[in-house]
């Protein structure tokens, strides 16, 4: 049984003026842990992670996969949307994650996740952990100008990368601003996977600074909680953990754990 995982940082956003501090940290630091943990781990930070790069290393990673396998990805980077055009968001938007090149329209969409998990063979234990926004719409944006130690939320507007013609709009041709469902991410199959995700949908997961060290705000507190797990604890019970640190009056954001109540039993990176 192979224990396997991918670890994606992203801090900078070229063309976009929205770089981040803490994505890169979060990646080495997921390495190191899951490594640790006896995973075999890829890294991919920054200019390493196109869309066309992330695309192909899950592939490789999920087609290697056989029974009894078990994979992680983690994701550290901005989230953002864009118009739903297929029909099956209540909201009106996909969600997707920000690749390095998403200033040239290449986001990564839960829609493409969701086609690259459906691959998964049988029987093998996937999980998604993402330190971004999700949300499908905010209410609020990342100011332009902040105090370097200020939390900043992992969320990038699509007017930050996509032409104003294309922006989602409402039935009026209103562009879209209004929070999200918080409905079942599309990236889940009915298999073996499952995603633990720094927010709720109308939220922000926040890029934050710990003793002077950038982090995100998850990460530090998901790997903060894993090494006093006890022996044997679930999932569930490290989702559990985690929110005794968040939401907080310094980072409002709720950690999330999607999967099926057997597949939220799953034994922690095990």
């Known amino acids: 049984m192979a224990k396997r995982a991918l670890c994606i940082g992203i801090n900078n956003y070229p063309g976009t003026q929205n770089d981040l501090a803490g994505c890169v940290n979060d990646a080495e630091d997921w390495t190191a842990a899951l490594q640790a943990r006896g995973f075999t781990v890829a890294t991919m930070l920054d200019s390493q992670a196109t869309k066309a790069n992330m695309v192909q290393a899950i592939e490789a990673l999920i087609s290697a996969a056989s029974a009894g396998d078990s994979l992680i990805i983690t994701y550290s980077g901005h989230g953002t949307f864009v118009p739903d055009a297929q029909g099956d968001e209540p909201d009106a938007r996909d969600e997707g994650l920000c690749p390095y090149d998403i200033d040239g329209g290449n986001v990564l969409l839960d829609d493409d996740i969701h086609a690259l998990f459906q691959r998964c063979p049988a ?30 939320p992992r969320f990038l507007p699509p007017a930050a990368w996509m032409p104003a013609e294309a922006l989602p709009k409402n039935a009026h041709g209103e562009v879209l601003t209004r929070v999200g469902t918080g409905t079942r991410p599309t990236v889940l199959s009915a298999g073996s996977d499952l995603l633990m995700a720094g927010c709720q949908d109308q939220e922000f997961s926040y890029d934050a600074r710990f003793t002077g060290r950038p982090n995100g705000a998850f990460t530090y507190y998901a790997l903060k909680t894993i090494n ?42 095990a």
């Open 228 to 269: 006093s797990l006890p022996a044997g604890a679930t999932y569930a019970d490290w989702h559990a953990a985690i929110r005794r640190y968040l939401p907080s009056a310094s980072y409002p954001q709720t950690p999330q754990i999607f999967g099926s109540k057997r597949n939220r039993q799953f034994k922690v990176v």
């Open 123 to 152: 029987r093998v234990r996937l999980v998604l952990i993402s330190d971004s926004c999700h949300s499908g719409s905010v209410i609020r944006w990342a100011p332009p100008d902040r105090d370097s130690d200020a939390p900043l």
